[in-house]
């Protein structure tokens, strides 16, 4: 059995996750059985077709190739978040993220998509990348996903609502569940009534974060300089301020033991980690939580912070 995970960051937590890919490859006796990188997921920022996270910055080209092909050559896909729901077609054109489809084109990197009008656009100019339905389409009863699978999709990320819900993924078809995708560690309330609210308001955050970087001013940016902030049209949550530990405790929580004992044998074998904006302590938590054995934490832990120290990644005072 395949345990396929898909991690966080191409930008921020770049050099972790590379230290962490060969980490995993060097000193595979600290792993679980089964356990595979399925891809690295992000976007390279101002990347106007992002959603999901809302992620600042400014990526040159040189930066991006380095990323594409220090993932690629470990056989590993870029798999970019084009997620945002508020796409136009004027926003079709934007040339950064063209650019961005043009460098990843190849037979490895993938793309999650939520807006109709950029998939097509995507299935249209670039034919051969594989696509991913994405849990922004908060598809919360299986139906949803059910119809997706149906569709030309590599994978389809299922809502977390329907976590540890098994006599509702029981019926997935059983030919289908290996390209179903579990979202583990999902930072949300179970049941938010705001979430695809929330997904759109962090998409036109990144329209007016680009439209920012573009008007080249010096000035900080501030987003109520692109529109007008009130109580209906900001984010109001919590959830952010979740640590490894408390995400443990919601019902929709996926432990490791449920993946190995549950979600395995049924034949599911994609599983979502969120942390796009996370730090580094909360990474480790994480990865060593899902993909490394038990009873090795504790020595994987310390191998790992001293690679991360090694190589400038972190830094512990003495």
């Known amino acids: 059995m395949r345990a396929r995970f898909h991690l966080p960051g191409l930008t921020r937590n770049f050099s972790f996750n590379l ?23 992000g976007v390279f920022p101002p990347a106007v077709w992002n959603g999901g996270r809302p992620v600042s910055g400014r990526c040159d080209e040189s930066f991006i190739k380095q990323v ?52 097509d656009y995507i299935r249209d100019k670039y034919p051969n990348y594989k696509l991913t339905s994405s849990t922004c389409k908060r598809l919360n009863t299986v139906d949803g996903p059910i119809g997706e699978l149906k569709k030309d999709y590599s994978i389809v990320v299922l809502d977390y609502d329907l976590n540890n819900q098994f006599d509702q993924l029981e019926k997935i078809p059983q030919e289908d569940r290996s390209r179903c995708e579990i979202l583990c560690n999902t930072l949300c309330n179970p049941k938010c009534k705001m979430r695809k609210e929330h997904y759109r308001l962090i998409g036109e ?22 529109y ?33 004992e549950k979600y395995l044998p049924m034949g599911f074998e994609q599983f979502k980690l969120v942390g796009r904006t996370a730090g580094r302590i909360f990474l480790t938590e ?18 790992l912070l001293y690679n991360l120290e090694r190589n400038g990644i972190i830094r512990v005072d003495k």
């Open 286 to 303: 994480n990865y060593l939580y899902y993909m490394v054995k038990p009873e090795c934490r504790d020595e994987a832990r310390l191998m």
């Open 205 to 226: 955050y990144s329209i007016a974060y680009n439209e920012y970087v573009n008007s080249g001013t010096t000035k900080p940016f501030d987003i109520n300089d692109y």
């Open 68 to 119: 594409i092909s220090a993932f690629n050559g470990l056989g590993i896909p870029v798999r970019l978040t084009f997620t945002n729901p508020c796409i136009t077609e004027d926003l079709l054109e934007d040339p950064f993220c063209n650019r961005l489809l043009e460098l990843a084109y190849n037979d490895l990197n993938e793309i999650i998509v939520n807006s109709p009008l950029l998939e």
């Open 228 to 260: 007008e902030i009130n109580e209906t049209n900001v984010i109001n949550c919590g959830c952010f301020s979740r640590n490894a530990f408390d995400i443990r405790k919601l019902p929709t929580h996926v432990s490791p033991d449920d993946i190995w």
């Open 19 to 41: 230290i962490f890919a060969h980490f995993m490859k060097n000193c595979p006796h600290y792993f679980r059985e089964g356990v595979e990188i399925a891809s690295f997921y």
